[in-house]
């Protein structure tokens, strides 16, 4: 062999040899066992057994059998079901059994879902809820319906002992004012229609020469209310000041100041038999409210109140209207509610509710049945007070009534709303009858002539009031002159003059030149 040959190496390949797995597993047991038998010696050499550290043990188990018999159970009660659903029967009406699935509250179609698929679906639902599952929905929400009606009609409370006397004594003495009243329009139906045309005419056309006659400054801060006396010669105002002042007409000079509020004046308003004749069976000579709840009755003679009509704290007393007796104060309250004071009784004859908002405004008729009450929830009411029902639900402003009054005839109602339009009611169609788009702003007040009713006006927060006639509804005058908003507004009853009070703290009284 010569050096120049490769030599090669042959590498031993390591052999590893396995003795028999069942040995193995023999020995391994045998070990386990051992060291078993050794922890056990040592607990019991120490008395205490040895800590497992971080070993979980316990003795729960997993039964199988018992999860299995669960899962074959639903597995069975799933075959029912879909052998159930096979025996029901559903519309082939593809436009039924959509209205099915809307009705039980699922989706009526599904993404690339045709007609056969919708009409399984179905089943399987009323499989799983039950076959009449679409009869129990629609009872279900006809109940609901009923609710929701039950919760919109209006309700009544027991009244006390006094509301009887008071209804009785409120019947006797209206059907006899609306006997009058009857009778006088017979008498003015029969006068020719041109003679009616011309007084009108004759009305409107002073009215179209109205101006300012007298302004003055009432208060300190803005004057809230204003309202002529019966016999015309005075004029209350209420301010935000609290005081309310009596002035003269038509040379505005103040008379009384009447000291008693704490807070804003929400209204000021004369009795019905105040300055006149017979002015002696009169309680008392004004009345007035107040924000924080205070009803105050006044007279002539004192600075302090005569009498102070509780029950209504804190809620706020936004107006007061007396009856035309004079016996009975109503008042609306910011508790949705309003009430009715009989003064001779001294007592609260009715607490009404009705309105889902607070009642903000009231206007009694001229004979003394009924009284409409307008609220912040943009509904005004007509109420029965003879029987205490509400005759008339008067529906269509879009927002808060802010004013409301009876014409003279007794049939029409005006209501003033933040929507910026005046509605005409007529109480014998149980309608509105003409809608005025009257202001840029939201009416505040709303007052018809008291002799008559040939006209209406209104007062805006669009710091003017307009004048309207009454038939037609069309434009005779506006009475733009204030630098603030015109809070309210009134017609003295001899109608020689129209006040206007504003936020600009000035009331004006307007009159032909």
Request: glycine residues 6%.
């Amino acid at each position: 062999m010569s050096d120049d040959e490769d030599i090669t190496y042959v590498k031993k390949v390591k052999t590893i040899h396995y003795g028999s797995l069942e040995e193995q597993e023999r020995s391994r047991q045998a070990a386990e066992k051992a060291r078993e038998e050794s922890d056990d010696e040592d607990s019991d050499e120490d008395g205490q057994p040895m800590d497992t550290g971080n070993i979980n043990t316990h003795d729960e188990y997993f039964d199988l059998e018992e999860e299995m018999a669960k899962d074959k159970q639903a597995l069975l009660e799933e075959f029912e079901r879909r052998k159930k659903a096979r025996q029901i029967n559903v519309s082939t009406d593809d436009s039924k059994v959509k209205q099915n699935l809307r009705q039980l509250g699922e989706p009526i179609c599904l993404f690339g879902e045709g007609p056969a698929e919708r009409r399984s679906r179905l089943r399987d639902w009323l499989s799983r809820l039950g076959e009449d599952a679409i009869k129990k929905k629609q009872e279900e929400e006809e109940e609901r319906i009923q609710q929701e009606k039950d919760q919109e009609s209006t309700w009544y409370h027991e009244g006390p002992e006094s509301l009887i006397i008071s209804r009785l004594w409120i019947a006797q003495y209206s059907l006899a004012r609306a006997r009058e009243r009857l009778e006088a329009a017979r008498e003015d139906l029969k006068l020719p229609e041109a003679t009616r045309t011309a007084r009108r005419q004759e009305v409107h056309k002073r009215l179209q020469a109205v101006s300012i006659y007298a302004s003055q400054i009432g208060d300190t801060r803005p004057i809230s209310y204003c309202q002529f006396s019966p016999n015309s010669q005075m004029l209350a105002t209420g301010s935000w000041s609290g005081m309310c002042k009596i002035w003269s007409v038509p040379d505005c000079k103040q008379i009384h100041l009447l000291r008693g509020h704490q807070c804003n004046v929400g209204s000021v308003i004369f009795h019905p038999q105040a300055t006149q004749d017979n002015a002696h069976e009169a309680v008392c000579a004004l009345a007035s409210c107040g924000t924080d709840g205070s009803v105050k009755l006044w007279t002539l003679e004192s600075e302090e109140p005569l009498a102070d009509v509780e029950g209504h704290a804190p809620h706020r007393v936004s107006r007061i209207g007396f009856h035309p007796s004079g016996r009975f104060l109503g008042t609306c309250c910011f508790d949705n509610s309003w009430r009715l004071w009989d003064l001779e009784q001294c007592s609260e004859v009715l607490h009404q509710e009705g309105h889902t908002k607070p009642v903000y405004c009231i206007s009694f008729q001229r004979d003394g049945s009924v009284v409409a009450t307008g609220g912040l929830d943009a509904f005004g009411r007509v109420w029965d007070l003879r029987t205490g029902r509400c005759i008339m639900f008067m529906e269509g402003h879009l927002k808060s009534i802010y004013g409301i009054d009876f014409s003279p005839d007794g049939y029409h109602i005006a209501t003033g709303s933040e929507d910026n339009t005046c509605r005409v009611w007529d109480l014998r169609k149980r309608q509105s009858v003409y809608t005025i788009p009257a202001h840029t702003n939201l009416i505040s007040d709303v007052k018809y002539q008291r002799e008559s009713g040939n006209f209406l006006v209104t007062a805006s927060y669009d710091n003017t009031a307009k004048v309207w006639a009454n038939k037609t509804f069309q434009p005779v005058k506006t009475l733009s002159g204030h630098d603030g908003k015109v809070m309210c507004v009134d017609v003295s009853p001899d109608t020689q003059y129209i006040a206007t009070s504003s936020y600009d703290r000035t009331f004006k009284l307007w009159a032909p030149e």
